[in-house]
């Protein structure tokens, strides 16, 4: 198997790659795998991984001039490690994100999709057309794509006329350290008297972020305070709803367990999700979640979560105290919801779906 880990390069963490790096993990050190992650800027930890070669140069360079010159010799090098490994009888190409090699001489190629944000809301986005046309040549020309759950699956069908028979879904994974064990280190958001709200992940516009700042503009923050996880530092347009009753943090793993046992409640309000990983690792933390009341959501989470309209800010407050009452055993329900979702189930169902279908 030759990975073409171009999102290695775009992400130093983010939800794409991260599924990769933990598929690539579990990978017994029996399959024949090869990594290309060409000039990477991803922080994960590759010493542990037995892979059979691991192509790449940590690229830390800014600059329109640098910038320039990486994006004209990482294809070219793709390109001729891709050869090699043809060379030597490799077959398989997996696409991590939407590029396909030039030279397909008996290659089976695997495309990975995750959701269809761009289609759903182009208006967000400029590049939309460009991104749209990329994925439509991937998925034309691949032999088999696999996506993350039955909705994204149904968005790719819908928009790209991809049929069923061509796409495969493996659902993601939970990580193990995130888990009810251990006591957080405080409840308490940012003024220290009240408990907090927790916020993990990008605020696009589609991510519904407006939602809280709403919600706190009539009177969530007189019971909560917010604490905000990645996505960038607040701007000042963003802090000012809050009444200085928010802050941002940067966290790890570690970190963000904590954080989730700490809350009174996650909450991910967004109005689409191919996936949506954040809401399983609260529940496994024992965390009670609200969501917006979109078809993947009811996918992945069943009903050990608490619902709202994407755009009902009356009925995000009341979900916030629906599940700010759980009790023990309804967060214990939530928690093993979760531990069915683990990166050995994702990784297991990635390499036999592709063995099935492609042999």
């Not at 064990?181 to 907090?196: L, V």
């Not at 960038?232 to 809050?242: D, K």
């Amino acid at each position: 198997m030759f990975v073409d880990g171009q999102i290695f390069s775009l992400q130093q963490q983010g939800g794409i790659s991260r599924l990769y790096y933990e598929i690539l993990r579990r990978m017994s050190p029996s399959e024949h795998c090869v990594l290309y992650r060409g000039f990477y800027q991803d922080v994960y930890d590759w010493s542990t991984l037995e892979l059979t070669r691991n192509i790449g140069i940590f690229c830390s360079f800014d600059g329109r001039i640098i910038g320039r010159l990486i994006r004209m010799i990482d294809p070219l090098w793709l390109e001729m490690e891709w050869k090699k490994s043809t060379a030597l009888g490799e077959e398989l190409y997996v696409s991590t994100y939407y590029r396909l090699p030039r030279y397909r001489t008996g290659s089976r190629i695997i495309v990975g999709d995750y959701d269809c944000t761009h289609e759903h809301f182009p208006e967000l986005f400029p590049n939309a057309r460009k991104v749209m046309e990329m994925k439509r040549r991937a998925f034309s020309d691949s032999d088999l794509v696999l996506t993350i759950s039955e909705s994204s699956k149904r968005d790719v069908m819908r928009f790209y006329g991809v049929p069923d028979r061509k796409i495969e879904v493996f659902p993601l994974g939970v990580d193990t350290i995130f888990d009810m064990e251990g006591s957080p280190r405080s409840s308490k958001g940012c003024s220290k008297r009240k408990p907090y709200l927790l916020y993990v992940g990008s605020r696009a516009g589609y991510k519904n972020f407006s939602i809280l700042q709403a919600a706190f503009e009539q009177g969530l923050g007189k019971d909560y305070d917010l604490v905000v996880v990645g996505g960038g530092m607040l701007s000042p347009a963003e802090l000012e709803p809050f009444s200085g009753q928010v802050r941002w943090l940067y966290a790890n793993d570690s970190r963000l367990r904590q954080l989730y046992q700490g809350a009174a409640a996650f909450v991910y309000p967004s109005r689409y999700e191919g996936f949506g990983l954040p809401p399983l690792e609260a529940l496994a933390c024992g965390c009670p979640v609200v969501v917006s009341d979109h078809p993947v959501a009811h996918e992945v989470l069943s009903d050990r979560v608490e619902y709202c309209l994407w755009n009902d800010t009356s009925g995000f407050i009341e979900a916030v105290g629906r599940a700010v009452a759980q009790d023990k055993q309804t967060r214990l329900r939530g928690h093993m919801h979760a531990r069915e979702y683990s990166w050995e189930k994702a990784a297991d169902s990635f390499i036999s779906k592709v063995r099935q279908r492609l042999g």
